[in-house]
């Protein structure tokens, strides 16, 4: 048996890697609840903070992560899961990775291109399933 | 210019990932200090939770990290660093990666083994530079 070393907010930060690329696409945190979701569905789920409930990744834009392998750290205080991106990107501004900014001098500079408008594909989910989007950020 | 988003405790969570294999190698937290001392150093820093201090990752072990890229996610929340992880093994336990413990059925599986014997780099280097070494656990 293990356990998991939740933060005094009862969360525990996530990496989320593509299983095949290694690609770092993106952190968010888990609770125990969405912990055990990931676990049960083979879907990544995260707490949303902004939300502040279960919050199963892609349930709005149809990009959801589907869990390949999971891994804690030594210290049992971060989750590494490695996943299948459908859809390709798993930022909400449409790229891929959400560690499309480089830094260079001081600067950062935007590496590739969204692979989704976002606003037609949160504006549009929105509507149909009544779901609330997350605040785009121009990119 | 862009302004990092620290946490309550100034923080922020830095992934670290080989720069060449794509391999997660740990997470720990910066400060902006750490932050700023790894952009000047090119080698990783972070802020030591334990210690309450600056730490050069490796400053113990010899096991540095060379800065070869960084990037910050979407909401300026997360960093991402790759490296160049000096003598092979980012974790404390020996281990080349943090992320060793893989969750099958229930339990923790460990994979690979460690690269080098952590009480006798640990011991002999904390003596010799009287640095507090990471607490060691069983592997």
Redesign the interface.
Known sequence: ??KLKFNSQGLI?A?V?DHK????L??AYMNEESFNAT?KTKKIHFYSRSRKKLWCKGETSGNIQKLK????????D?V?VKVEQVGGAA???G?RS??????KG???KI?GKPLFNPNKVYKAKSKKNDVQSHKI?PV
Chains 1, 2 share one sequence.
């Open positions: 048996m293990f930060p990496i890697q690329s290694g690609e770092v993106m952190l676990l392998e999971l891994y804690l750290d030594c210290d049992l971060t590494l930022c909400h501004t790229h959400c560690f499309y900014s480089k830094y001081g600067k950062l590496c950020k």
